[in-house]
């Protein structure tokens, strides 16, 4: 693959460029600055409104479903060159296009498909996911949320359980939902999969304070929560289907387009080392650097290649893993790395001290990534069997039906 740009490209990514120098600064924010989640979801909405008017949102959609109709490598363009901008994002881009429009729009109906798109793309619907469990968390399919037919003969699904880890839950719009529809069978091919109306009577979300002071992760419980058959996305037992659509976008989605690096390198160039230089002369700090830097590289040209898979039609499948496991590994050593260099007051900032306490925060956050998306382990795991070709590792429960397994 040629990571320079063509013509064409070069002439899309100067369009990009000049459209986004002249919209994006007003949505941007403030590095270190404190919002509360409301405020975070408002400004989220709006700028995906202007992506939407300005023609830049669901790129690679049809042009019927609202979006552009472009290439992979297209929306990877656009995505460098918006990444340049420290914009809101809240549950739009990471949960609504990123894992909720990739499984309507390829396991959904049309009708759902013309629901739920157009309307995501301009900001009208948000979205969170409902899919990690107390029991089932890097072993998802262990989920116990079940789901049985109402007896009332109208085709609806009674739905009970908890979910966990829900960010955004308690501000959005709708749900992904995968829930167990049938326990005789193997834990894999019992689950079927819903979008659900958050304002829907019998759910409740319950907002989880973290240790960085945000709030945007819920324990979402669902009692005898009524979803009609319309809502299911797929056909009933192809649950893990959609969740595998779901999960290859979110770590496609792994990393930043804005380089992470490139900031620290400038630190460590204007940080005195107490010898009369800077603490870009030593060696040490120079080697982590470059190895942070090249990583960073490779992860973005590797993750241009799979995007370019996707929009050919191709399924990365576990290679889609390797992205996310190393962008998680890079962003916690680099940020830690960034808070050495700034000394003390990496531990306890200065009033005003904006990019400090911007750094304290992506440290602390720097932790959830190693689970988030899929376990280190769990990414370990898969690579080294569906990727490397290793023998896989021994489950004692994978042809059991899951209501044997205690």
Request: glycine share 10%; aromatic share 8%; with cysteine.
């Amino acid at each position: 693959m040629d990571f320079n740009d063509s013509p064409q490209e070069a002439a899309f990514r100067n369009e990009a460029r000049t459209w986004l120098a002249e919209h994006a600064p007003a949505h941007e924010i403030v590095p270190g600055s404190k919002m509360t989640d409301v405020e975070e979801s408002d400004r989220g909405r709006a700028w995906m409104r202007e992506l939407f008017l300005g023609g830049w949102s669901g790129l690679t959609f049809p042009k019927a479903l609202g979006g552009r109709g472009l290439s992979g490598s297209e929306a990877v363009i656009f995505s460098e060159e918006e990444g340049k901008y420290n914009l809101p994002k809240g549950p739009f881009t990471a949960i609504g296009t990123g894992m909720a429009l990739p499984v309507i729009a390829k396991h959904g109906t049309e009708d759902q498909r013309a629901q739920f798109i157009e309307a995501t793309l301009k900001g009208d619907i948000t979205w969170c996911q409902l899919f990690s469990e107390p029991a089932a968390g890097s072993d998802l399919a262990a989920l116990r949320t079940k789901a049985v037919r109402a007896d009332d003969g109208s085709g609806d699904w009674i739905v009970n359980g908890q979910k966990v880890w829900s960010s955004w839950a308690h501000l959005t719009d709708w749900g992904i939902l995968v829930v167990r529809t049938d326990p005789t069978v193997p834990k894999h091919k019992g689950l079927t999969f819903f979008v659900v109306d958050m304002k829907t009577p019998g759910i409740e979300t319950r907002p989880i304070r973290q240790i960085s002071g945000a709030s945007e992760f819920n324990e979402t419980f669902l009692t005898d929560v009524r979803i009609p058959d319309s809502c299911r996305i797929g056909a009933e037992g192809e649950g893990w289907a959609c969740c595998m659509t779901v999960l290859m976008g979110e770590r496609l989605g792994s990393g930043s387009p804005r380089s992470g690096i490139e900031p620290i390198l400038d630190l460590a160039a204007q940080t005195p080392d107490g010898h009369g230089g800077t603490m870009i002369d030593d060696r040490s700090i120079r080697q982590q650097l470059a190895e942070a830097l090249a990583e960073e590289q490779a992860e973005r040209f590797f993750q241009a290649r799979l995007r370019t898979m996707v929009s050919k039609g191709e399924n990365p499948g576990a290679l889609a893993g390797m992205v996310k496991l190393a962008y998680a590994s890079r962003y916690q050593k680099t940020t830690g790395l960034a808070l050495e260099l700034r000394g003390l007051s990496g531990i306890a900032a200065e009033a005003g001290d904006t990019q400090t306490t911007d750094t304290q925060y992506h440290y602390i956050y720097s932790t959830v990534m190693r689970i988030a998306g899929g376990a280190d382990e769990v990414l370990r795991n898969q690579i080294a069997e569906r990727v490397l070709g290793m023998p896989g590792e021994v489950r004692m429960d994978k042809d059991i039906p899951f209501e044997q397994l205690k």
